[in-house]
């Protein structure tokens, strides 16, 4: 049996600053004595710790606080200064990037279109993306949320052909990308990284179990389990696109990385060939959906048709859902994507009343209520998250 390990003064002292900086990051500028107040210290441990993390760099003072007569107070606030983070989100269409100090705060945005043919190197089309945000200094840690997996046991991307990704395909990725950007980066999954981000600002706070369904041109999940993301042996748990689903060509029958499964029964691309199939128009699958939407609400024939259509995806929809929560028992599932989203409550409703007639479980099921692109937002949170983690223990002085 081992013997606790006693504290060592640098250790107290790291505790105390974390505690100091997180109690920053969360409630904004205070004052020493409510740093004291809310992390337990001593009114001269709290001074002595306040002037540690100003040497540090990282606590800057923020004005004075009008008290009583004749009191003031000084303000400290996290030095935004201190880091800076990125986030990558990449598409075949374009590279969306973002940056941001170490508080949060969005510094910089940046969309590079990528052509049919992409020219010159990977590394040199991620730099432009990064540069064109205008990062105020040098990054601590950069996400790139990609449509496919890194499997941890080869560090190769997978779960796409080099037709889907181009230029990704190479051995050692992420230490490539790490030595091309100058920065230390990681490579996620984008639909993992939308969970993440429903997680800590959406529909699934404070749920430690969920499954997030991204049903949009392509399929996918994330599957988050006592608050961890699951990613399987081979990065690819939530690669739903490919489950075998009745009423759909299997593997065996249309090819490896082809139509089949789900995504052949569920992709965006079936939706808005189905929905034409009841008279529902749309220049594209999320326009079909809002359409039949908004048609199912009025009378008579058209109407009619239109509820069929959306029935007909939900049940298609609940499906795979159903296969899922079987084996996953999920408290939550939380719906996203340009289908389900166009087709908004009442898609999600039927989606909820089909899955509960076919499973024993009966989940709760919401739509995302993360604004913006959820890819960015979730690569960004975890690169802060790094970030933070890398400054923060830079004020352990060792004895």
Same mark, same amino acid.
């Given at each position: 049996?081992?013997?606790?390990?006693?504290?060592?003064?640098?250790?107290?002292?790291?505790?105390?600053?974390? +505690? @100091? /900086?997180?109690?920053?990051?969360?409630? #904004? !500028? =205070?004052?020493?004595?409510? *740093? %004291?107040?809310?992390?337990?210290?001593?009114?001269?441990?709290?001074?002595?710790?306040?002037?540690?993390?100003?040497?540090?760099?990282?606590?800057?003072?923020?004005?004075?606080?009008?008290?009583?007569?004749?009191?003031?107070?000084?303000?400290?606030?996290?030095?935004?200064?201190?880091?800076?983070?990125?986030?990558?989100?990449?598409?075949?269409?374009?590279?969306?990037?973002?940056?941001?100090?170490?508080?949060?705060?969005?510094?910089?945005?940046?969309?590079?279109?990528?052509?049919?043919?992409?020219?010159?190197?990977?590394?040199?089309?991620?730099? +432009? @993306? /990064?540069?064109?945000?205008?990062?105020? #200094? !040098? =990054?601590?840690?950069?996400? *790139? %949320?990609?449509?496919?997996?890194?499997?941890?046991?080869?560090?190769?991307?997978?779960?796409?052909?080099?037709?889907?990704?181009?230029?990704?395909?190479?051995?050692?990725?992420?230490?490539?990308?790490?030595?091309?950007?100058?920065?230390?980066?990681?490579?996620?999954?984008?639909?993992?990284?939308?969970?993440?981000?429903?997680?800590?600002?959406?529909?699934?706070?404070?749920?430690?179990?969920?499954?997030?369904?991204?049903?949009?041109?392509?399929?996918?999940?994330?599957?988050?389990?006592?608050?961890?993301?699951?990613?399987?042996?081979?990065?690819? +748990?939530?690669?739903?696109?490919?489950?075998?689903?009745?009423?759909?060509?299997?593997?065996?029958?249309?090819?490896?990385?082809?139509?089949?499964?789900?995504?052949?029964?569920?992709?965006?691309?079936?939706?808005?060939?189905?929905?034409?199939?009841?008279?529902?128009?749309?220049?594209?699958?999320?326009?079909?959906?809002?359409?039949?939407?908004?048609?199912?609400?009025?009378?008579?024939?058209?109407?009619?048709?239109?509820?069929?259509?959306?029935?007909?995806?939900?049940?298609?929809?609940?499906?795979?859902?159903?296969?899922?929560?079987?084996?996953?028992?999920?408290?939550?599932?939380?719906?996203?994507?340009?289908?389900?989203?166009?087709?908004?409550?009442?898609?999600?409703?039927?989606?909820?009343?089909?899955?509960?007639?076919?499973?024993?479980?009966?989940?709760?099921?919401?739509?995302?209520?993360?604004?913006?692109?959820?890819?960015?937002?979730?690569?960004?949170?975890?690169?802060?998250?790094?970030?933070?983690?890398?400054?923060?223990?830079?004020?352990?002085?060792?004895?």
């Amino acid at each position: 049996m081992s013997s606790p390990v006693p504290g060592t003064p640098s250790l107290l002292r790291a505790i105390n600053d974390r +505690a @100091a /900086l997180q109690a920053l990051l969360e409630r #904004g !500028p =205070l004052t020493r004595p409510e *740093i %004291g107040a809310l992390t337990g210290l001593s009114k001269p441990t709290a001074s002595q710790l306040l002037a540690r993390l100003q040497e540090a760099g990282l606590v800057v003072l923020d004005g004075i606080r009008e008290g009583l007569p004749g009191r003031t107070a000084e303000l400290y606030r996290i030095n935004p200064a201190a880091a800076y983070a990125g986030a990558l989100d990449v598409t075949p269409g374009r590279i969306e990037a973002r940056i941001a100090d170490i508080t949060g705060t969005i510094v910089g945005e940046h969309v590079l279109p990528t052509p049919r043919r992409p020219p010159g190197e990977l590394v040199d089309r991620l730099n +432009a @993306a /990064l540069a064109g945000a205008g990062p105020p #200094g !040098p =990054l601590r840690q950069v996400v *790139i %949320g990609v449509q496919a997996a890194i499997d941890p046991s080869t560090g190769r991307l997978g779960y796409a052909t080099a037709k889907d990704m181009p230029g990704w395909h190479i051995p050692d990725l992420v230490p490539t990308l790490s030595r091309g950007l100058g920065v230390p980066v990681a490579v996620e999954n984008n639909v993992n990284l939308v969970a993440l981000a429903e997680q800590a600002h959406g529909a699934a706070h404070d749920h430690p179990d969920f499954v997030l369904l991204w049903a949009d041109e392509g399929i996918g999940s994330a599957l988050v389990l006592g608050g961890r993301m699951h990613r399987g042996a081979t990065g690819g +748990a939530g690669e739903v696109g490919y489950m075998p689903t009745p009423g759909a060509p299997t593997a065996r029958e249309a090819g490896r990385f082809a139509n089949h499964g789900y995504q052949a029964l569920t992709g965006g691309q079936v939706v808005l060939k189905l929905l034409r199939s009841y008279g529902v128009r749309g220049t594209d699958f999320r326009q079909a959906v809002a359409n039949a939407v908004r048609a199912a609400q009025g009378a008579g024939p058209r109407a009619d048709d239109a509820r069929a259509g959306l029935r007909d995806i939900a049940a298609r929809l609940a499906v795979g859902l159903a296969a899922i929560t079987s084996v996953v028992d999920p408290g939550l599932i939380v719906l996203t994507g340009g289908v389900v989203l166009s087709g908004g409550q009442t898609l999600r409703e039927l989606i909820e009343h089909e899955l509960h007639a076919l499973t024993i479980p009966r989940p709760q099921v919401r739509l995302s209520t993360v604004d913006g692109n959820p890819v960015l937002a979730g690569a960004l949170d975890l690169a802060l998250a790094t970030a933070r983690d890398e400054v923060f223990r830079s004020t352990v002085v060792p004895t």
